[in-house]
């Protein structure tokens, strides 16, 4: 994975970038994948009527999908801080997205291997007659 720490009207300091970096880097290394590439953008306004100056933007470029966070605070430290954890949200929204597109691909290929139905009557069979699997009561009104 590559991160790389650049600034906007800021010069970027050791302490910010390696703090910067550590964040980013942890809150992508859970997720393991390949490969990797995040650009992290710190910039600070200087105009004074702005509330919250810090600005830091994480774009992350993976494999066909992008995932981008902007995030606005009073310190750049908490503009990381809650960057990282958008981050985290949406890379686990995409992995799940990722994992579970994956698995119904496999299950339709296994599907399609066996070449077996779904035998509906065998299994209402299997139901014992006195079983109620489900009760399902609607009122109408004229």
Same mark, same amino acid.
């Given at each position: 994975?590559? !991160? ?15 703090? @910067? ?20 953008? +710190? ?10 100056? @810090? ?8 494999? /066909?999908? !992008? ?12 503009? !990381? ?25 496999? /299950?339709?290929? !296994?599907?399609?291997?066996? /070449?077996?139905?779904?035998? +509906?009557?065998? +299994? ?19």
């Amino acid at each position: 994975m590559e !991160i790389q720490v650049t600034g906007r009207n800021l010069n970027v300091s050791d302490p910010l970038r390696s703090y @910067a970096e550590e964040k980013i880097g942890n809150a992508v290394k859970v997720f393991d994948i390949d490969p990797l590439v995040a650009d992290v953008v +710190l910039q600070v306004e200087k105009n004074p009527a702005i509330a919250r100056r @810090a600005t830091c933007q994480i774009t992350l470029s993976t494999k /066909g999908h !992008i995932i981008r966070v902007e995030e606005h605070e009073d310190d750049m430290y908490a503009a !990381i801080d809650v960057a990282a954890a958008k981050v985290v949200r949406q890379m686990r929204k995409y992995k799940t997205k990722v994992v579970d597109r994956k698995t119904r691909a496999e /299950g339709e290929t !296994i599907r399609e291997t066996e /070449g077996t139905e779904l035998d +509906l009557d065998a +299994l209402m069979e299997d139901l014992a007659e006195d079983e109620v699997v489900r009760v399902k009561e609607l009122e109408f009104e004229p």
